[in-house]
Every structure is written in C-alpha cells, then in structure tokens.
C-alpha cells in the first residue's frame, strides 16, 4: 500500500509560481513511476508530468519549460514547481504512484492517489 499527500497549493496571479509537493508513504516497488494529474471540475483529469525511478521525465505540451518535476534520493517527496502560471492552469492537482512505466499517462496505471490539492491563477 502507497499513501500519497499532496501539499502547496494556493491562489496566485497570473505569471507567478507555485510549488506542490507530495510526500509518499508505503513500498517503494509501487511508485516506479510518480506523477502529477491535475482536474478541472467536470473535465477529464489531465496528466501534467511524470517522473520515473531512473529519474526520467516526461511532461503534458501544455506545461513544456513552465513546469518542472522532480523527486528526493529517497523518491519519497515528489515535487513540481509551477512557473510562468496562467488561468488556464486552475485545476486540483494530484499526484499518483503506479508500479509500472510512464511511457503512458493513463489513470489505469497508477492504483494510488493523493486527496488533490487545489491552484487557482487569477488573471
């Protein structure tokens, strides 16, 4: 079992930063790959970037050199530093664990999710 706990979110104006962070508790074997999901509300959940145990990154087009993934030694603390925000980054974040590769960002692969944490962007 993997328990996920995400934190940082907030509001802020548009062009600022945020940082979420997710601290992740269980066996190790089945956070392989972590990622971050986000949701607006009656949309589908979007995936916004993952990050292997190799250390290897992949990200949505959406947030390509705005935002970044990362993750401690330890891979217990999964972060995403959220630069250049815009309003249409206003969504509940997740962040997700899944034993298996994150060549593809499909919701059926990761069995364990955090709460959500909520970002809104003002214009």
């Known amino acids: 079992q993997v328990q996920l706990v995400e934190s940082g979110g907030g509001s802020v104006q548009s062009g600022g930063s945020l940082r979420l962070s997710c601290a992740a508790f269980?066996?190790?074997?089945?956070?392989?790959?972590m990622a971050w999901f986000r949701q607006v509300l009656g949309q589908e959940r979007e995936g916004v970037a993952s990050i292997d145990a190799w250390g290897r990154t992949t990200s949505a087009d959406s947030v390509k050199g705005r935002f970044a993934i990362s993750q401690d030694n330890a891979r217990t603390t999964l972060s995403l530093q959220m630069n250049s925000l815009k309003p249409e980054d206003t969504a509940m974040y997740y962040c997700?664990?899944?034993?298996?590769?994150?060549?593809?960002?499909?919701?059926?692969?990761?069995?364990?999710w955090g709460h959500g944490t909520q970002v809104t962007v003002s214009s």
């Open positions: 997700a664990a899944g034993p298996y590769s994150c060549y593809s960002l499909s919701e059926a692969n990761f069995p364990y």
């Open positions: 269980g066996n190790g074997d089945s956070t392989y790959c």
